[in-house]
């Protein structure tokens, strides 16, 4: 019989789909058809299928070989805004600043559950 999957890993999983996603949801179509939001759009999807990539991933490695990559795309994406010089979506900014923050608390949470320390009690 299998384990069951740990839930950080459906949240990290969500994160991906969400990152994938987003520049249809968050960008109005003209824009995207413009080519105004075509950094923003690379830089969602391509963390976005990292992170899918790393949810699918084998649980039994070592444990800094399972959150370094998390803590590295979410460092990524919070940093991404002023790198890339996103031209001027506030909501393209916070939605890297919040999913980047989120990929990073996923990773602090993978570590307390694998050191058995509870979350939340």
């Known amino acids: 019989m299998r384990k069951p999957v740990p839930p950080h ?3 990290l ?3 991906g789909i969400w ?3 987003s520049p249809f949801v968050l960008f ?3 824009t995207l058809l413009q080519g105004m939001a075509e950094l923003e759009a690379l830089a969602f999807m391509a963390i976005g299928i ?3 990539v790393m949810s699918g991933a084998d649980g ?3 444990l800094l070989a399972r959150v370094a990559p998390g803590s590295a795309l979410g460092a990524s994406l919070i940093v991404a805004p002023a790198a890339l010089n996103f031209t001027g979506h506030i909501v393209a900014t916070a939605n890297a600043w919040l999913t980047g923050s989120a ?7 993978e570590v307390m559950a ?3 320390l509870r979350a939340v009690s």
């Open 9 to 11: 890993k459906w949240l």
């Open 13 to 15: 999983a969500a994160m």
């Open 19 to 21: 990152l994938v996603l």
């Open 28 to 30: 109005r179509e003209e």
């Open 50 to 52: 990292g992170v899918l």
């Open 60 to 62: 039994r490695s070592h």
């Open 103 to 109: 990929l990073i608390a996923l990773a602090v949470w």
């Open 114 to 116: 694998s050191r058995g």
